[in-house]
Structures are given as structure tokens and as C-alpha cells.
């Protein structure tokens, strides 16, 4: 499913979240109301910042789940979703026992309470430091010489360019702290949002996708130094008494980029240390936190020495992202990140002064801001790209790609208006830069994907693993190898991250050893350097050796035949209604087979013509399949044959009658008089075994099925054991 395909029921989602917001708002006035009576104490602040998140939880998913039915990140959605309920528009609006109303405007650097803007800048650290760790370093240095190329040309072409137009339109210095800070700013990427277009494009391995991944990381770690060496500069520049000492400001840049560099290399030494040390607490969940708390650690000492916080948590990020235990701790963060990232966009919305956004002065600075700032990106990577063998196509789609701002440029802004570098009005042209950058640049990056034609003018052999495959014969017994085969790594010391995509992959690590695969319906196929091949080889068929062997001890302690003979003796008892899977139309009153085969041809039929099955010919060869691993001929003159396929929307199930008896080779060897066949879909099979067992429990009775085989009548069929069923269940 790409972001243009949302199901209806992603509306219904937005609706029902909306309308919790509402509700969460209103039944909270009780307590505002007991809390509002003992004045403004900590208890009363503390009880409206829960309701506060609660809010911007509910907020943040409503326009984020709208905005990405329409194609675009849900980013976009959470930073309206701030404005709209924030200080300068909704928030503000008195509302019972709140005068102020739920998000008063604070005066200050920020317009919002310091403790939501606390949450907020946990969660900038927290995004940072996932950044770091999703960094893949060997293909940025697999790639770094045209990545670093590509992504210092778009990066430096952006920050003249930004600068420029702000230094103009201002009518400031090009080297005055608002053009140097929003110059930065504007070098920012965004890896998350085209690594999403590409993925979705399945082109994130060819060669324009592994280049803006590769330079949009260069640009992100460009923003965030500059950041550093901006704060230094215009400390410095504010400090002195009008004029610039540049030999002040040329050691406060080799400073800010020795300590980051610095503490890199050291991260980097020392990262295998640091992940035995976090693997010493045996818990993945204990040793994810712990690495979340040397981040917030590195974090304050990174500020405490005159770096912003967010260069410290990317430090520890990056450097446990050599580790093997990187995979696991980004598995951990998830719900973090899923509870704080929205929080995030949805307070830096809540900073934008909307009066002020939308004056004239503030559009156009923000619109041609934005412009020169995307220009420069395009021409600044694209040229370069072009000389380093792509052609016209690819160098646009490389260009494109690295326009999208998202969290670095936004951890910028809020810097900036923190420390009272940015005001309301260059707040505003920032957040414009965001939109704009976001709302064009991921359409169009998706349009240059979908045109034809190569993005190179050579051919272009892709770097990477070699393909190890094993072929299995269907989806269950890829399942038993996967879950066998992880088992197996596990014991082995390696580290698996699971990623759920179109298909599902797991990252496996363990120190430098690393490789990933891809479990298919039907295959499971490896991607290793060749040195992991044997290896991997040696791992599956220990792994199918281990299958084998239990496979051989379940026969030896079950009897199927034996089984099959109870189930058919054994009632359902649990409450279950039939008629949402049966009706008249699906009752054979004489079925004309006489083998197996032919009579769930017959009964597939029957569902065709009752509108309950889709593809015919997928739902008889999964159900002959099933049949094929143990006949589901049960005794009494029973068969009940089930398959789980593709071929159905909705579990149906149909009768038939074999007036004259066939074989349906049943475990007691009788004749066949009664045959139900039950589907349902694979994906979403519902309460199929509840299903099968209570039509077992109705037939089971000798007088029910004699009862049966005297009808003549489909109605009359349908009614008695549907009251059969309910008989069964009073009982």
C-alpha cells in the first residue's frame, strides 16, 4: 500500500480520534474544576500538563493519519494540528474553570509552558539519537565520496543562498546571527521522508536512492555542526563591542568541530566497550534505556560545553550504531519515539504566531526564503551529481530528494527562538521553509521515480550482499524454518531487528558480522557479504535438522487418526451465532460426486454461486492441499475439509448431502454422507476453528444427522442447525 492508498477505514480512525479528543476535553472539567479551587499550585499545573499531552496525543494522530491519506508526512500534519490548537489560535480560547484557556500564550522565549516545552526538547533528543543509530555507516562510507560531494555542494548552495535572501529581506549583514542561523538551518535534510518515497518506489538500492540517503545524512550532520559553530559565532559576535574578532570566531569553529569530532572518534574506538557494557545487563529492554540515558547524559555535557544537545544525543546514537545491539535498542525506541516525535512537531506548531505567519512581509520572505533555499539544494547536489556520472534525470531525482526539511531543521528552529536568536516573524519563515520544502519536494520526488528511464549514464551494478535462497513448499512451512532459523541465530549471540514491510525482514548482527533476509510466501532469501554464506548455509540446515527432529518426536506422541475420531465426538461449547456464514444458497441438497475431489469442486461451486468466494480455482487447490497433509473424513459419515486461502473475503462454509454414501477416506473407513467445507481468508481467518468445532459438535449427534439427511428442503436445513447449534450451547 503506498501513501495514496489508504483503506476507507483510515477515515472512520481520523473520526473516532477526533471525536476522543472531544471526549477527553470534556469529561476532564470535573477535575480542572476540583484542582481550579486551590489556586494555581503544582498540583493544578501538573494535572493541565496532562491534559495537555493527552491532547496533543490525540491532536497529533488525528491530522497526522488526514494528512497522510493526501500524500504527504504525517509531520505536516502534527505541526497544524499545533498551530490550530495552540497558544495564538484555539488554545487561548477561554474554556470552563481555564480563562486562559487549555494552552495560554506564556510570555517568555517560548509562547508555551516550560514543562511542554520540556517534553518537547526530550523528544528532539530522543529523535537525534535514533537518527544516530539508524545511520548506516558502511554504506555511507561505501558511498562517501559522491555522497559527501553531493551533500556539502547542496548544503553549502542552500546555506549561501538562505542566508542571502534573508540578509535582504531583513536588511541585516549577510554574517548577522538571524542570516548565519537560518543559513543553517537550510541545510538540513531529511532521511526519514525520501527514504519512505523510495522504499515505496523499490528503489532505494539503485543508485540515485543509496546517493540522497548517503547525502542527506552528510547534510543532516553538516546543519547540526553548523548549528554548533553558528551558536559560537554569534555569541561571539554579541559579546564583542560591535565588530567581529574572526580570530575569536575561527576558535570557537575549530573548537565546536574538535569536540564533535572528537567525541565521534572517541564514540567510535570505544563503541564495542560501550555495548558490552550495556549487554552485561542480559535485558534488551533494561540496556535500550540505559543507552537512552548516556544519551541524555552526552546530551547535557555537549550543552554544558557550549554545543547544542542535540549533537551530543547523535554522538551516542552514532556510536552505538556500530554496535550489535543497535538494531534491538531502535526496536525499543519505537514506542518512545511513537509517544514523543508527535509531541514534538505538535509544540513547534504551537510556536508559530499565525497572525504574524500569514502577514504579507512574512509570506514573502518565507516563500522566496524557501525558493533560493530548494534552489540552491537542486543545483548545489544536482550539479555535482551530474559530474559524477548521472545524467539529467538522476541528478533531478538526486536533487529533489534532499529538499524535504523535517526534525533536524525543526530542532534548529526551536533553538533558535529558545535562545532568542529567531523571533515570531523568522520562527514563521523557518516553519515555511519546512511546509513548503515537504509538501513540494515529496511529490515531486515521487513523479521523477515513476518516470522511465535510468538515472545513470553507465549501467549500474548495484553494491551489496550476495543472494542466498531456499525454496520452500508453501507459507507454513516457511513460517516453522523462520521461526527455526531465528531460534538458531539467537543461540548463536546474534542480535535480530524485525522490519514489517510489503514483505518481512530481520537485520541480524553480532559485533561486525552482519547480514539481513526476507521471508517470502514461499522462500526465505538471504543478502550477506560472501564470507557469511557457509555460515548462513550451515545455520538452516541445522535449523531444518532441529524441525525434523521434532516433527519425528510429534508423531511418536500424537496418533492424527486417534485425534480426529474425538474431535468428532466432542461438541463446541462456546456461544457462536452461523448465520453470518451460511444462508440457503450454500446448502447441496444432492451432491453428484463421487470422490472427494470432484465433491469440493461441487460445494466451491455452491459458495461461487452464492457470491462468497472470489477466486475459484485458489480456494480448491488450497483446500485439496489441506486434504493432501490429513484427510479430514471424520467418522459417523462425516467429512468436514477447511482451508485457510486467498480466495475468500469472509469465512463461509457449505453443506452437502451424498444420499448414497462415497468415499471421502474417513478414519473409520465408512461412507461419507455429510460434507461441510468451511474458508476462510488467510490474512484475517476469524473464528475459523470455533467454526469447525461447532459444526463438529452439531453432527456428532446420530440424530441430528439423520434429521438432516431426511430434508428436502434448503430453508428448513439451514434453520435446524443453526437451533442445533444454540441447543448445544444451553446444554
Same mark, same amino acid.
Given at each position: 500500500?503506498?501513501?495514496?492508498?489508504?483503506?476507507?477505514?483510515?477515515?472512520?480512525?481520523?473520526?473516532?480520534?477526533?471525536?476522543?479528543?472531544?471526549?477527553?476535553?470534556?469529561?476532564?472539567?470535573?477535575?480542572?474544576?476540583?484542582?481550579?479551587?486551590?489556586?494555581?499550585?503544582?498540583?493544578?499545573?501538573?494535572?493541565?500538563?496532562?491534559?495537555?499531552?493527552?491532547?496533543?496525543?490525540?491532536?497529533?494522530?488525528?491530522?497526522?493519519?488526514?494528512? @497522510?491519506?493526501?500524500?504527504?508526512?504525517?509531520?505536516?500534519?502534527?505541526?497544524?494540528?499545533?498551530?490550530?490548537?495552540?497558544?495564538?489560535?484555539?488554545?487561548?480560547?477561554?474554556?470552563?474553570?481555564?480563562?486562559?484557556?487549555?494552552?495560554?500564550?506564556?510570555?517568555?522565549?517560548?509562547?508555551?509552558?516550560?514543562?511542554?516545552?520540556?517534553?518537547?526538547?526530550?523528544?528532539?533528543?530522543?529523535?537525534?539519537?535514533?537518527?544516530?543509530? %539508524?545511520?548506516?555507516?558502511?554504506?555511507?562510507?561505501?558511498?562517501?565520496?559522491?555522497?559527501?560531494?553531493?551533500?556539502?555542494?547542496?548544503?553549502?548552495?542552500?546555506?549561501?543562498?538562505?542566508?542571502?535572501?534573508?540578509?535582504?529581506?531583513?536588511?541585516?549583514?549577510?554574517?548577522?546571527?538571524?542570516?548565519?542561523?537560518?543559513?543553517?538551518?537550510?541545510?538540513?535534510?531529511?532521511?526519514?521522508?525520501?527514504?519512505?518515497?523510495?522504499?515505496?518506489?523499490?528503489?532505494?538500492?539503485?543508485?540515485?536512492?543509496?546517493?540522497?540517503?548517503?547525502?542527506?545524512?552528510?547534510?543532516?550532520?553538516?546543519?547540526?555542526?553548523?548549528?554548533?559553530?553558528?551558536?559560537?559565532?554569534?555569541?561571539?559576535?554579541?559579546?564583542?563591542?560591535?565588530?567581529?574578532?574572526?580570530?575569536?570566531?575561527?576558535?570557537?569553529?575549530?573548537?565546536?568541530?574538535?569536540?564533535?569530532?572528537? =567525541?565521534?572518534?572517541?564514540?567510535?574506538?570505544?563503541?564495542?566497550?560501550?555495548?558490552?557494557?550495556?549487554?552485561?545487563?542480559?535485558?534488551?529492554?533494561?540496556?535500550?534505556?540505559?543507552?537512552?540515558?548516556?544519551?541524555?547524559?552526552?546530551?547535557?555535557?555537549?550543552?554544558?560545553?557550549?554545543?547544542?544537545?542535540?549533537?551530543?544525543?547523535?554522538?551516542?546514537?552514532?556510536?552505538?550504531?556500530?554496535?550489535?545491539?543497535?538494531?534491538?535498542?531502535?526496536?525499543?525506541?519505537?514506542?518512545?519515539?511513537?509517544?514523543?516525535?508527535?509531541?514534538?512537531?505538535?509544540?513547534?506548531?504551537?510556536?508559530?504566531?499565525?497572525?504574524?505567519?500569514?502577514?504579507?512581509?512574512?509570506?514573502?520572505?518565507?516563500?522566496?526564503?524557501?525558493?533560493?533555499?530548494?534552489?540552491?539544494?537542486?543545483?548545489?547536489?544536482?550539479?555535482?551529481?551530474?559530474?559524477?556520472?548521472?545524467?539529467?534525470?538522476?541528478?533531478?531525482?538526486?536533487?529533489?530528494?534532499?529538499?524535504?526539511?523535517?526534525?533536524?531543521?525543526?530542532?534548529?528552529?526551536?533553538?533558535?527562538?529558545?535562545?532568542?536568536?529567531?523571533?515570531?516573524?523568522?520562527?514563521?519563515?523557518?516553519?515555511?521553509?519546512?511546509?513548503?520544502?515537504?509538501?513540494?519536494?515529496?511529490?515531486?520526488?515521487?513523479?521523477?521515480?515513476?518516470?522511465?528511464?535510468?538515472?545513470?549514464?553507465?549501467?549500474?551494478?548495484?553494491?551489496?550482499?550476495?543472494?542466498?535462497?531456499?525454496?520452500?513448499?508453501?507459507?507454513?512451512?516457511?513460517?516453522?524454518?523462520?521461526?527455526?532459523?531465528?531460534?538458531?541465530?539467537?543461540?548463536?549471540?546474534?542480535?535480530? /531487528?524485525?522490519?514489517?514491510?510489503?514483505?518481512?525482514?530481520? *537485520?541480524?548482527?553480532?559485533?561486525?558480522?552482519?547480514?539481513?533476509?526476507?521471508?517470502?510466501?514461499?522462500?526465505?532469501? =538471504?543478502?550477506?557479504?560472501?564470507?557469511?554464506?557457509?555460515?548462513?548455509?550451515?545455520?538452516?540446515?541445522?535449523?531444518?535438522?532441529?524441525? /525434523?527432529?521434532?516433527?519425528?518426536?510429534?508423531?511418536?506422541?500424537?496418533?492424527?487418526?486417534?485425534?480426529?475420531?474425538?474431535?468428532?465426538?466432542?461438541?463446541? /461449547?462456546?456461544?457462536?451465532?452461523?448465520? *453470518?456464514?451460511?444462508?440457503?444458497?450454500?446448502?447441496?441438497? @444432492?451432491?453428484?460426486?463421487?470422490?472427494?475431489?470432484?465433491?469440493?469442486?461441487?460445494?466451491?461451486?455452491?459458495?461461487?454461486?452464492?457470491?462468497?468466494?472470489?477466486?475459484?480455482?485458489?480456494?480448491?487447490?488450497?483446500?485439496?492441499? *489441506? %486434504?493432501?497433509?490429513?484427510?479430514?473424513?471424520?467418522?459417523?459419515?462425516?467429512?468436514?475439509? /477447511?482451508?485457510?486461502?486467498?480466495?475468500?473475503?469472509?469465512?463461509?462454509?457449505?453443506?452437502?448431502?451424498?444420499?448414497?454414501?462415497?468415499?471421502? %477416506?474417513?478414519?473409520?473407513?465408512?461412507?461419507?454422507?455429510?460434507?461441510?467445507?468451511?474458508?476462510?481468508?488467510?490474512?484475517?481467518?476469524?473464528?475459523?476453528?470455533?467454526?469447525?468445532?461447532?459444526?463438529?459438535?452439531?453432527?456428532?449427534?446420530?440424530?441430528?444427522?439423520?434429521?438432516?439427511?431426511?430434508?428436502?428442503?434448503?430453508?428448513?436445513?439451514?434453520?435446524?442447525?443453526? %437451533?442445533?447449534?444454540?441447543?448445544?450451547?444451553?446444554?
Amino acid at each position: 500500500m503506498n501513501l495514496y492508498e489508504i483503506p476507507a477505514c483510515r477515515s472512520r480512525t481520523v473520526k473516532r480520534l477526533c471525536l476522543g479528543s472531544v471526549y477527553l476535553l470534556g469529561s476532564s472539567w470535573p477535575l480542572i474544576a476540583s484542582t481550579g479551587e486551590h489556586g494555581a499550585g503544582l498540583t493544578h499545573e501538573m494535572t493541565v500538563l496532562a491534559l495537555q499531552l493527552g491532547i496533543i496525543i490525540f491532536a497529533a494522530r488525528a491530522f497526522g493519519s488526514l494528512f @497522510r491519506r493526501i500524500g504527504l508526512p504525517s509531520l505536516v500534519g502534527e505541526l497544524v494540528a499545533g498551530v490550530l490548537i495552540g497558544p495564538y489560535l484555539l488554545g487561548s480560547v477561554p474554556v470552563p474553570f481555564l480563562s486562559d484557556g487549555l494552552f495560554p500564550l506564556v510570555l517568555g522565549a517560548v509562547p508555551v509552558t516550560t514543562e511542554l516545552y520540556g517534553f518537547a526538547t526530550i523528544a528532539a533528543i530522543i529523535m537525534l539519537f535514533t537518527t544516530g543509530l %539508524e545511520t548506516d555507516l558502511a554504506m555511507f562510507l561505501r558511498f562517501s565520496v559522491k555522497g559527501s560531494v553531493i551533500g556539502v555542494g547542496g548544503a553549502l548552495l542552500a546555506f549561501g543562498l538562505g542566508a542571502g535572501v534573508i540578509s535582504v529581506g531583513m536588511g541585516v549583514g549577510i554574517g548577522a546571527p538571524q542570516s548565519i542561523f537560518l543559513g543553517v538551518l537550510s541545510m538540513a535534510a531529511s532521511v526519514g521522508i525520501p527514504a519512505r518515497i523510495l522504499s515505496e518506489a523499490r528503489r532505494i538500492d539503485s543508485p540515485e536512492g543509496v546517493t540522497i540517503i548517503s547525502s542527506a545524512v552528510v547534510q543532516d550532520v553538516l546543519a547540526i555542526v553548523g548549528l554548533a559553530v553558528a551558536l559560537g559565532v554569534i555569541a561571539a559576535t554579541e559579546s564583542g563591542t560591535g565588530g567581529v574578532d574572526w580570530s575569536e570566531v575561527a576558535g570557537i569553529f575549530f573548537l565546536a568541530v574538535g569536540v564533535w569530532l572528537g =567525541f565521534t572518534a572517541l564514540g567510535l574506538i570505544f563503541a564495542r566497550r560501550i555495548g558490552e557494557f550495556l549487554k552485561g545487563f542480559k535485558s534488551a529492554t533494561v540496556f535500550s534505556v540505559l543507552a537512552l540515558g548516556l544519551s541524555l547524559l552526552l546530551a547535557g555535557v555537549f550543552e554544558m560545553s557550549g554545543l547544542a544537545m542535540i549533537i551530543g544525543a547523535y554522538v551516542m546514537g552514532l556510536t552505538l550504531s556500530k554496535t550489535d545491539i543497535a538494531y534491538v535498542i531502535q526496536e525499543n525506541m519505537e514506542p518512545l519515539s511513537a509517544f514523543f516525535v508527535p509531541i514534538f512537531f505538535t509544540v513547534m506548531g504551537m510556536l508559530v504566531n499565525v497572525r504574524i505567519l500569514f502577514s504579507w512581509q512574512v509570506l514573502l520572505l518565507g516563500i522566496a526564503f524557501a525558493v533560493a533555499s530548494n534552489l540552491g539544494k537542486v543545483v548545489g547536489s544536482g550539479g555535482p551529481a551530474l559530474l559524477l556520472g548521472f545524467n539529467k534525470l538522476g541528478a533531478l531525482r538526486i536533487g529533489s530528494g534532499l529538499i524535504p526539511r523535517g526534525e533536524v531543521a525543526l530542532i534548529i528552529a526551536g533553538i533558535g527562538v529558545s535562545g532568542g536568536i529567531l523571533d515570531e516573524r523568522l520562527f514563521g519563515v523557518a516553519v515555511i521553509l519546512v511546509l513548503l520544502s515537504t509538501i513540494g519536494g515529496s511529490p515531486n520526488l515521487k513523479r521523477l521515480l515513476e518516470r522511465e528511464g535510468a538515472g545513470t549514464r553507465q549501467q549500474f551494478i548495484a553494491p551489496g550482499g550476495m543472494l542466498t535462497r531456499f525454496e520452500f513448499p508453501n507459507e507454513n512451512m516457511t513460517e516453522l524454518v523462520e521461526t527455526a532459523v531465528l531460534k538458531e541465530f539467537r543461540s548463536e549471540g546474534f542480535f535480530a /531487528h524485525r522490519i514489517e514491510l510489503e514483505e518481512t525482514v530481520y *537485520r541480524m548482527r553480532k559485533e561486525e558480522v552482519f547480514f539481513s533476509f526476507t521471508v517470502y510466501p514461499d522462500r526465505i532469501v =538471504f543478502s550477506s557479504d560472501p564470507n557469511s554464506i557457509g555460515f548462513i548455509k550451515t545455520v538452516v540446515y541445522e535449523a531444518l535438522l532441529d524441525l /525434523h527432529r521434532t516433527v519425528e518426536e510429534l508423531k511418536s506422541v500424537t496418533k492424527p487418526t486417534e485425534m480426529g475420531r474425538e474431535i468428532s465426538l466432542e461438541s463446541g /461449547h462456546a456461544q457462536f451465532s452461523l448465520a *453470518r456464514y451460511f444462508d440457503p444458497r450454500c446448502v447441496k441438497m @444432492r451432491l453428484s460426486g463421487s470422490t472427494k475431489e470432484a465433491v469440493i469442486e461441487e460445494l466451491v461451486d455452491t459458495l461461487c454461486e452464492a457470491g462468497r468466494i472470489e477466486d475459484r480455482e485458489r480456494v480448491v487447490a488450497d483446500t485439496l492441499e *489441506r %486434504e493432501r497433509v490429513l484427510s479430514t473424513g471424520m467418522q459417523h459419515g462425516i467429512a468436514v475439509p /477447511h482451508a485457510k486461502t486467498e480466495g475468500v473475503s469472509r469465512m463461509s462454509f457449505a453443506i452437502g448431502f451424498a444420499r448414497d454414501g462415497m468415499d471421502f %477416506e474417513s478414519v473409520d473407513g465408512e461412507p461419507t454422507y455429510i460434507v461441510v467445507l468451511i474458508v476462510s481468508p488467510k490474512s484475517n481467518p476469524g473464528p475459523h476453528l470455533q467454526l469447525l468445532s461447532t459444526i463438529s459438535g452439531v453432527l456428532k449427534d446420530e440424530e441430528c444427522r439423520w434429521a438432516l439427511l431426511s430434508m428436502i428442503d434448503e430453508h428448513k436445513v439451514v434453520s435446524y442447525i443453526q %437451533e442445533e447449534a444454540l441447543k448445544k450451547h444451553a446444554r
